[in-house]
C-alpha cells in the first residue's frame, strides 16, 4: 500500500515524512524523523513516555497515527529547550534531582508544561492527578511533583 | 551514632548530575535509540502454553516469507553442561539459561522464547513468527509455590537434582537451606507468649519503563559489537561468549543509558540472540522487547509462603523465631531463597532462631533479581508477626523494635557479627519524629516495620584520567542507574581538589575499562566509588612525583592540598605550589600522561537498616487504601549526594507500597498471564501518593573512604510489613497475604463484620 505523505510542523519547523498507515506518530518521530526524546514503554497508552502535543493538545504519541497528523502542529521534547536556554521545567529537574534513570522523564516534561501552560498556579493534588497518566518507576514521584510545583512558583513570580 | 564530620567541598552536596542536560532534553541514548546503518530487525516466537512438549518445530514457511534473513531455534546454541558455575556475586547454570534464553525439549512457561526470526522490517518478522508452526503436546502445569510443592504436582524437570534436599522421585524442589543460632525449643521455652502465624505474596516485576532493546553487530572475522540496557556490561559479555561458544576478546559490550532495571536487567535474554542472528546473516540486528513481552518472559521476583513463629518474653524480649519460607523459582531454579531467609530477622538481636528455606520450579518465568531479593518477602512475615508480638504485649510497636534492635557485636543468624550499624538509631529517630505523634482520624491507622541488606562490595575497575587542561576524566564500568556518575565524580573532585564541573565522568565499554562487576547489590557508589577514589589517590601521587621531579626533591617531601602539590614541610625547600593544572600542562616534560588506575574485589559492604512509618486510610465501603503520610528513616552510612539518595529511599518505599497494594501476577486457570500490560498490572501512579519523607542517618562505614553504605535496596524491605501493619491498626483485621488489593481487603473486612456479628 502506498504510503501518506504528511506535511506538518514539528517544534516550529515545517517538516514532510512518508509513513505507512500503521505506523504511530511514536514511530513516525523515532523511525523516519530521528528523533528519540520520545519513549515507547508501553505502546498502549498506559505509561505516558511518548507523551507529546498536537495542535496544544497532551496526547500519548503510541495512540496517535502518524498519517493523522497531516497539517497537525507537533511538539516534542526536542523542541522544549530554546536552543542551548532550557525550559524552567527541565532546569528545575535538574536542580532538584527529579529524574533517576531518565526514561520517563520526557514524557513527564512534556505533560508539566502542558499543565502549567493552562494552570500556573495548580495544588499539589491537580500536579499529581495531570501526572497520574506519566509512569516513573525510580522516584516515587517525589521530587517531580515538587519540581513542577517549585517550577510554578516561580513562573508566577517571574510573571509579576 | 555519626562519626567526626569533615569539611568537605563536594562530598554531601547536591550538584547537577553530569548526564542531566542529556536526559531533560531527550537527547540521551536509551536502548531501544541505538540504530546502525544496514541494521535488520528480529523478533521472538513466544509459548502460548505454561507447560508442553515442544514436538517439532517448522521454520520452513517463516523462512520462504520475503525479507525474512534468518530463523534461529534452540538447535542453533550448542547446549550447556549442568553445572553450577560461578558468575559475579552468584552461580548460573548454563544449561538452565540456554533453555530460558530458548526452549529445548519444553517450553516451561507462557511466554518461554521458542524461535527467534530476523527481517528486513519488523512487520516481516511478525508476520514470519505467524508461519512458524510448532506442534505442542500440553502438559499438566503449576503456578502456586505450595502447590508445586505436593507430591501429585506436575514436574517441570524430572532429572533436576535437589540441592539440600533429599527426595525419593522427581520433585520441584530445586534447594533447601537453613540457618540457625542457639537453639530454638529452648528459646520458646523461656518465651511468655508464642504466636504462630502464615503469610503469602505474590509474584511482581520489577516494572523498569524501558523494555529491554539490543543492537548486535557480528563482522565475518567473528567480532561481535553489542549495544544494549543492561545493569552489566561484562555480564552480557560472559553470558554471550559462554552460550554462543565465543572468546571474549570478540565480544565487545556498549551500555545504553538505562531505563531502570531494579535488578531485572542482571541476566540476558535478546542479546544472545540478536548476536546469534547478526552472526547468521552478517548484518546488524535490533531487537526491542513489547511491554507485553516484559511481563511474560522477563523478571519477576518470587511470590512466596511463609510460617512464622516467634516467642517473647513479658517484657517483649524475643527469645525464639522459627521460620520457613518457601518461594516460586520460576521455570528453573534461583529463587532469592538464601538471602531472604538471612534477611528475615537480621534488625533483631535474638538468641534462638531457625530458618529454612525452599526454593521451587514452577511454569512461570524464570524470576530474576528486584531490589533486595527475598528480603522484602520474609520481612512482610516477620515485621507483620513482631507487629502481632507488639499488640499481644500490649507494646508500642517501636519499642519493641528497640527493645530488640541488632547492635554493634550483635551476632546475625545468618552468621556474622555486626560492626557499626544504624539500626537501632533509625527506630529512635522514626519514634522521635513528628509523623509518629501525630493524630489519626476515623478508620485511618499508622503501621511501621524495618528492614535489612546486606549491600555488597565485588570487583571494580576504574581510570582517572588527568587532562592536559588540568580537568579529569573518570571511567568506571557501571551502568548508571539512578545517578551514580554524579557520586562518582564528586568523590574525585574531593580527591583531586578541583572542581566537580571539571570532571566528566564515563561509563566504558567492556574494551574501554577492567572487569567490573555489574550494577546491582546497592554496590556502585560504595564500591566503584571506592576504586574511583583510589584510582584518585594514584593519580595524586603521580602529580606529587610530577612536582617532585620538577623541584627536584623526593617525592616523599610533596603532600598534595586542596588541588595542589606542596612540600611537606619547609625541610624540604621553598616552593611556590604547583596546581593540578600547571602539572598537567607540563606532564610531557616530567614523564608523559597522567593516568591514576584502581583494579580490585571491593570487601568491607557496610549493611543497611530502614524503619518506616505509614499512614493509611481505609474505604470501609471499598477496600481501598489511601496512602495518607509515608516516612522512610534510614541508615545511609554517609549521603555523597543527598538528593539521589534520598531519590533512592523514596523510589524503593513506593515500590513497595506498589508491591504490598496492587501488584502481582494473575495466572488464569491455562497458566497463561491475565495482566501483561501497565493497565492490568498497576505499578503506583503520581495520585495514588503523598510525598515520601526521606530522613537520613549517617553512621558511616568504616571500611570506606567517605564512610558510604549501599542505600538502593533496603528501602523497599519494610514497606509491605508497614502498609499491613497500618491497615491492621485502621480496621483491625489483620491481611496475611499480598496484594492488599480493594476487592481482597473489602472480603476481609466484610468476613471480619460477619464474625463479629456472630459473636
Not at chain 2, 11 to 33: E, L, N
Not at chain 2, 34 to 39: A, I, K, R
Not at chain 2, 711 to 740: D, F, K, Y
Request: hydrophobic content about 40%; proline content about 5%; charged content about 20%.
Amino acid at each position: 500500500m502506498a504510503k501518506h505523505h504528511i506535511s506538518a510542523t514539528l517544534n516550529g519547523e515545517p517538516v514532510e515524512f512518508l509513513c505507512s498507515t500503521r505506523q504511530t506518530l511514536l514511530d513516525v518521530l523515532r523511525d523516519e524523523l530521528n528523533l528519540t526524546g520520545s519513549k515507547e514503554g508501553c505502546a498502549s497508552g498506559d505509561c505516558g513516555a511518548c507523551s507529546v502535543m498536537v495542535d496544544d493538545r497532551l496526547v500519548c504519541s503510541c495512540l496517535v497515527l502518524g498519517a493523522e497528523c497531516d497539517n497537525k502542529k507537533i511538539d516534542s521534547i526536542e523542541g522544549m529547550a530554546d536552543g542551548e536556554k532550557l525550559h524552567p521545567l527541565q532546569t528545575k529537574f535538574l536542580e532538584e534531582a527529579a529524574l533517576q534513570c531518565g526514561i520517563c522523564t520526557p514524557g513527564v516534561l512534556v505533560a508539566a508544561k502542558a499543565l502549567l501552560e493552562r494552570n500556573n498556579n495548580p495544588t499539589e493534588t491537580e500536579v499529581r492527578y495531570w501526572l497520574a497518566g506519566n509512569l516513573c518507576r525510580c522516584t516515587g514521584y517525589d521530587k517531580i511533583i515538587r519540581a513542577v510545583m517549585s517550577t510554578a512558583a516561580d513562573m508566577r513570580e517571574n510573571a509579576k | 551514632m555519626s562519626s567526626e564530620q569533615k569539611d568537605y567541598k563536594w562530598v554531601g552536596t547536591r550538584q547537577i548530575r553530569p548526564d542531566g542536560h542529556d536526559k531533560v532534553t531527550g537527547r540521551a541514548k536509551f536502548g531501544s535509540d541505538f540504530s546502525l546503518s544496514g541494521m535488520i530487525h528480529g523478533r521472538v516466537l513466544r509459548s502460548p502454553h505454561a507447560h508442553a512438549i515442544i514436538q517439532s518445530i517448522d521454520t520452513s514457511k517463516a523462512e520462504a516469507l520475503p525479507g525474512v534473513k534468518a530463523v534461529i531455534t534452540s538447535k542453533d546454541l550448542k547446549d550447556q553442561p549442568s553445572e553450577l558455575k560461578p558468575a559475579g556475586e552468584g552461580m548460573v547454570n548454563y544449561r538452565d539459561m540456554t533453555r530460558n534464553v530458548m526452549a529445548r525439549e519444553k517450553v516451561l512457561y507462557d511466554g518461554h522464547a521458542v524461535a527467534a526470526v530476523a527481517a528486513t522490517t519488523v512487520e516481516i518478522a511478525e508476520a514470519a513468527l505467524e508461519l512458524i508452526d510448532v506442534k505442542y503436546e500440553v502438559l499438566p502445569h503449576v503456578v502456586d509455590v505450595d502447590a508445586a510443592m505436593k507430591d501429585d504436582a506436575p514436574i517441570l524437570d524430572d532429572t533436576m537434582v535437589p540441592i539440600g534436599y533429599e527426595t525419593k522421585g522427581p520433585t520441584n524442589i530445586a534447594k533447601h537451606v537453613e540457618f540457625s543460632l542457639g537453639d530454638t525449643g529452648k528459646g520458646f521455652e523461656e518465651a511468655d507468649v508464642v504466636i504462630e502465624r502464615s503469610y503469602k505474596t505474590e509474584a511482581v516485576h520489577q516494572g523498569y519503563i524501558e523494555p529491554h532493546a539490543v543492537v548486535a553487530s557480528v563482522s565475518e572475522d567473528g567480532q561481535a559489537q553489542i549495544w544494549c540496557c543492561t545493569q552489566g556490561q561484562f555480564m552480557v559479555r560472559t553470558f554471550v561468549g559462554q552460550l554462543l561458544g565465543m572468546p571474549t576478546s570478540s565480544i565487545r559490550v556498549t551500555p545504553s543509558e538505562i531505563g531502570g532495571g531494579f535488578g531485572g536487567k542482571t541476566v540476558v535474554y535478546l542479546e544472545p540472540l540478536a548476536t546469534l542472528l547478526s552472526s547468521k546473516v552478517g548484518k546488524p540486528v535490533k531487537m526491542i522487547m513489547t511491554r507485553e513481552e516484559v511481563f511474560r518472559a522477563s523478571g519477576p521476583t518470587s511470590g512466596g509462603s511463609m510460617d512464622f513463629k516467634i516467642g517473647a518474653t513479658k517484657a517483649g524480649k524475643i527469645t525464639a523465631v522459627e521460620a520457613t519460607v518457601r518461594l516460586l523459582a520460576g521455570a528453573f531454579p534461583g529463587a532469592p531463597v538464601a538471602p531472604a531467609c538471612m534477611c528475615a530477622v537480621a534488625p533483631y538481636d535474638i538468641a534462638n532462631v531457625h530458618v529454612q528455606g525452599f526454593d521451587v520450579v514452577v511454569n512461570r518465568p524464570k524470576v530474576a533479581a528486584y531490589r533486595a531479593p527475598g528480603a522484602p518477602i520474609s520481612a512482610f512475615g516477620a515485621e507483620s508477626i513482631v507487629d502481632e508480638l507488639a499488640k499481644e504485649l500490649g507494646m508500642d510497636p517501636l519499642k519493641i523494635r528497640k527493645l530488640n534492635a541488632a547492635k554493634k557485636g550483635t551476632k546475625a543468624a545468618y552468621g556474622p557479627t555486626f560492626r557499626d550499624i544504624g539500626y537501632e538509631e533509625t527506630v529512635d529517630r522514626a519514634m522521635d519524629h513528628d509523623h509518629y505523634k501525630a493524630p489519626l482520624g476515623p478508620n485511618q491507622g499508622r503501621g511501621v516495620a524495618s528492614g535489612f541488606w546486606f549491600n555488597i562490595g565485588g570487583e571494580s575497575s576504574a581510570t582517572v584520567n588527568i587532562n592536559e587542561d588540568g580537568t579529569a576524566v573518570v571511567i568506571s564500568g557501571n551502568p548508571d542507574i539512578g545517578g551514580s556518575r554524579a557520586s562518582l565524580a564528586m568523590m574525585a573532585a574531593e580527591e583531586l581538589g578541583i572542581e566537580y564541573s571539571d570532571v566528566r565522568p564515563i561509563i566504558g565499554d567492556t574494551a574501554a575499562i577492567g572487569y567490573n562487576f555489574l550494577t546491582g547489590g546497592s554496590r556502585v557508589t560504595f564500591a566503584t566509588g571506592l576504586a574511583v577514589v583510589e584510582a584518585a589517590k594514584d593519580a595524586v601521587r603521580q602529580l606529587c612525583e610530577r612536582a617532585a621531579k620538577i623541584w627536584e626533591v623526593d617525592a616523599e617531601g610533596v603532600v598534595w592540598d586542596n588541588g595542589h602539590a606542596k612540600p611537606a614541610s619547609t625541610n624540604v625547600g621553598d616552593f611556590e605550589p604547583l596546581s593540578l593544572a600547571a602539572l598537567a600542562a607540563q606532564a610531557p616534560k616530567t614523564g608523559g600522561p597522567i593516568c591514576g588506575h584502581n583494579a580490585q574485589n571491593v570487601q568491607g559492604a557496610g549493611p543497611g537498616f530502614a524503619t518506616h512509618i505509614c499512614d493509611v486510610e481505609v474505604d470501609p465501603e471499598t477496600g481501598g487504601v489511601t496512602i495518607l503520610r509515608y516516612t522512610a528513616v534510614q541508615d545511609v552510612g554517609r549521603a555523597i549526594h543527598p538528593s539521589y539518595v534520598e531519590g533512592q529511599i523514596q523510589g524503593g518505599a513506593v515500590q513497595g507500597i506498589g508491591w504490598a497494594l496492587n501488584e502481582e501476577y494473575i495466572y488464569n486457570s491455562k497458566g497463561t498471564l491475565d495482566n501483561p500490560g501497565f493497565l492490568d498490572y498497576r505499578i503506583p501512579v503520581a495520585s495514588d501518593l503523598p510525598m515520601i519523607e526521606a530522613v537520613m542517618v549517617e553512621c558511616p562505614n568504616d571500611r570506606h573512604p567517605y564512610g558510604v553504605r549501599g542505600v538502593g535496596e533496603v528501602p523497599i524491605v519494610p514497606p509491605m510489613a508497614a502498609v499491613a501493619n497500618a491497615i491492621e491498626s485502621a480496621t483491625g483485621v489483620r491481611m496475611e497475604a499480598l496484594p492488599m488489593s480493594p476487592p481482597r481487603l473489602l472480603a476481609a473486612l466484610d468476613s471480619s463484620n460477619i464474625k463479629q456479628a456472630a459473636e
